[in-house]
Structure formats: C-alpha cells, structure tokens
C-alpha cells in the first residue's frame, strides 16, 4: 500500500490495483494498512450474507434464506478470511452479488445487465481472476437478452476493465513490466503441476485437497444433505443449471490447474451457491422432520458449536488456536533475533513461505536486509527479492555494506522445507563456517558474509 510494483512481487502479480486503491482509500481515515484491509474483509463478509440470503429467498424459502446466511456466517473458513487482510473474502462477495445479478438477468430482467457488467469489471480489478470464473455465469444469463442489451453489458464490462487496467499499467512501469513479472510468477510456480504436464495423480490430489477444504468451509452444515431424504429437492432444471455453470469453471481450474492447502480461500468464490443449496435441504429437514422443535434448535445449535469449535481450535493454519501460535512465535523470532547483532553488521536471509517467510522478515524486521533465498530467474534476469524498511527491491548483484554475518530466519520446526533449505546451506558452505545458536528458546544458524558467494553464485557473478 506504501507502493505499488508488481514486479517486486509487492504484490505479486496480478497485483490486486483496486484491491490496493480500495485499501489505500480506507487508510486514509484508519491510519494502519493492515487494519484498513481488514475492515474491507469483514465488510465483504457482511455484504455476502446479505445477498446470499436474498438468492436464496428468491429459490427456496425464508427458512432457507435464514439458513443460507447461517451458513456463510458460521463457515470456519470464511470467519477466517473476513478478519484478515487478504482478497478472498472480497471475492466471495462478488460471487455473491454477480450470483444474485446474473439470476436477474436469466429471469428476463434486463436492467440489471449493465450494473452486473460494471461489477464484473470491479470485480476483476480486485482479483483478476474473477474474470476468468465468474465471466461465464454472466455471458450465460445473456443467452436470451436482446442484442442491443448484450453489447451494451459487454462494452460496459470493457469499459470499466481498461478504466483500471490502464492506471494500473502506468502504476506497474509499463506493458514489458507488468506482464514480464506476471509471466515470470507464472513461469515459477503455478505452470509446473498443471494436467497438461504433470501425472493426473496431481489432479486427483487436488481434488482430495478441495474437498478437505469444503470440511473447513462448511463444517457440520455438510450435515444438511441428510434432510434430503425427507423430501427432494425440487427439480428445477434452470437453478442447477445455473449453478453449475457458476460453480464448474472454478472447481475445474482448482482441480487441473492450481491450487495448494495454504491457498484454501481461492474456495470461498464457490461458498455462496453451496450455501444457498445446503440450505434448501436444511429447510426441507427442518420441515418435515419429526422431532419436537426444541430438538431440532438444539441440533442446530449443536452444530453451530462444532463450527465454532473448528474455527478456534482445529489444527489447520485458519483457526484462532493456529494464528495465535504463529503469531507468538513470530514476535518471539522478532525479539531475540537483534540479540544476534545489529542491523549493520547483521544480515537476514530468509525463505518464500506463507508461514515465517521472507515477508515477515522484511516487514517485522524493517531495519535490517533481508535477503531471499535462493535467487530467482526473472524474465530480466536472475534477480535476489531484497527487502528493507517494508520495502521491496530485485538485486541484480550481492549487497555491498558492512555486513560481518548472515543469519538464516527459521521456518516453522516441523517444516520439512526448512531442512531441506539447511540441508542446501551445509553442502555449499564450509561445515566450521556455520554456527547454531540458540536465544530465547528459538534455533539460529549463522555464517560469515564472505559465504554468500556461495549461496547466490548469479548475484555473485554480477557483483564481479
């Protein structure tokens, strides 16, 4: 938020520019960059409700309508992502909201098709792959639209895409920049276990992973289905029809092209339509079942405690038990680490991961270089992520400073990657040149600056 540049991976391409404009807005009152997204997430995560219920109303029923937004409200993943600063929870809003709009539009009311356009375009400039899953739904309901109605939706949805696209350009240094980065990003990650070059085993684990995630999505509300047997849903060619064409883009590029676990929020773009048909079946159970009424409230309230419970205290990286450590064990590593030496002589070297990564360390850090490692091979070259003062920079050759040691900055325990990375540390250095130490109850390895040649031999080579 302090300045845009995709190609620094800050942030990472696509970059999320409304994302970032919207966040930048709300800190212009709030004073605190985390906190001003945050109240975006929650906002998001109110205004999901509100038009999950209203779809859902339409459908079914007000009792379904009740349980659709229960459901949504009470989901462990997306309490997770509506108190935290990242874009899935706003997503999960539009998917909400072109859900709602798109229905308008396939029940022949055709005034919604210009503010659906509009929205669509907004909603590609918080995350641009909205484009890509809920594009579909919206040229769907067009199907039986007048011609003139379709163009003007379509330049509508043109329109407002090159309206933030084009700054976004400018913001980003140009084309060549921009889509170098991206494709770069592309190039590094999630181009290499998609179905077209990797075994389709990858594909069924994703699959697995997708429905684990609809665990941590839903909870005890997976339960509903069983009300099912007590009376069908109705038969309603167009609403399944509908919903599978908002849902099927989504689940098929999470399932052939990318997704990981620690991504678990790309799903919560597919959590409002699952909500609004785990709905229906809840109402119908609801109806028809024969228990007395205060048994049934008393299910209901038993399951919203298992949801509850999960959120707290499930051993996932989204419950309040897991951020809570993660968060001690970070300002843990962000007091004892200056023991080992000040900001001019010492400096970090650190991991791209989502947990205790070199974004941590750059951001908790900011007095101090940190390096990630290994270096990376760019579209302009092999680049070293260099972060100082919140800021990232791509160092093309070795820092030159006073530096007399590095420190690596631990990764989790248990993180498998971590060993490895240690691993990689004492088959290029000289054993006698790295030193464990242990402060407060956490385990540093350091080393002398004049091994870093070692590490980043590219950067080395430049520096030369």
């Not at 709300?26 to 109240?39: G, M």
């Not at 989901?75 to 229905?103: I, Q």
């Not at 590094?188 to 085993?201: E, M």
Request: hydrophobic share 50%.
């Amino acid at each position: 938020m302090g300045r845009f540049d995709p190609r620094t991976h800050q942030p990472h391409p696509p970059g999320y520019f409304l994302y970032v404009c919207l966040g930048r807005l709300i800190n212009f009152f709030v004073h605190d960059a985390n906190r001003s997204l945050v109240l975006l997430s929650i906002a998001a995560g109110i205004a999901s409700v509100v038009f999950i219920y209203l779809l859902a109303l339409e459908w079914f029923s007000e009792r379904a309508a009740v349980f659709a937004g229960l459901f949504f409200l009470f989901s462990p993943l997306a309490w997770f992502h509506g108190t935290v600063a990242l874009t899935y929870s706003v997503e999960a809003f539009f998917s909400a909201l072109m859900g709602y709009l798109c229905w308008q539009i396939d029940r022949g009311r055709a005034h919604c098709i210009l503010p659906a356009a509009i929205l669509l375009g907004i909603s590609a400039g918080i995350r641009p792959s909205s484009l890509m899953l809920l594009g579909p739904l919206f040229l769907y309901s067009l199907r039986t639209a007048a011609i003139k109605k379709i163009l003007l939706g379509v330049a509508a949805l043109g329109l407002t895409i090159v309206a933030w696209f084009l700054p976004m350009i400018w913001a980003s240094g140009g084309f060549d920049a921009y889509f170098g980065a991206l494709l770069s990003l592309w190039r590094l990650v999630p181009s290499k276990d998609t179905v077209f070059n990797s075994s389709p085993a990858t594909s069924i684990a994703r699959a697995c992973v997708i429905v684990f995630i609809g665990f941590l999505c839903f909870g005890a509300a997976l339960l509903a289905p069983a009300g099912a047997r007590y009376q069908s849903v109705p038969a309603d060619r167009a609403k399944k029809l509908f919903t599978a064409v908002w849902m099927t883009p989504a689940v098929c590029f999470f399932t052939f092209i990318f997704l990981k676990f620690v991504n678990s929020g790309y799903l919560l773009l597919l959590v409002p339509p699952a909500s609004i048909w785990l709905s229906s079946w809840a109402a119908e159970w609801y109806e028809h079942c024969a228990w007395q009424k205060s048994l049934k409230i008393a299910a209901i309230g038993l399951c919203v405690v298992v949801n509850v419970l999960i959120f707290l205290a499930f051993p996932a990286y989204c419950s309040y038990r897991s951020v809570r450590q993660f968060e001690g064990k970070l300002e843990g590593i962000r007091t004892a680490l200056p023991q080992l030496g000040a900001p001019n002589d010492l400096l970090i070297l650190s991991f791209d991961s989502h947990f205790l990564g070199y974004r941590h360390a750059g951001y908790y850090l900011p007095g101090y270089l940190t390096l990630q490692y290994p270096e990376v091979k760019l579209s302009e070259g092999t680049r070293i992520f260099a972060m100082q003062g919140q800021d990232t920079r791509l160092l093309a050759s070795l820092p030159v400073g006073s530096y007399k040691r590095f420190v690596v900055f631990p990764l989790p325990g248990t993180d498998a990657e971590y060993q490895h990375y240690l691993d990689t540390f004492k088959k290029l250095l000289p054993a006698s040149d790295l030193a464990y130490v242990s402060v407060d109850d956490h385990q540093f390895v350091t080393g002398p600056i004049g091994d870093l040649p070692l590490l980043f031999p590219k950067a080395a080579q430049a520096t030369r």
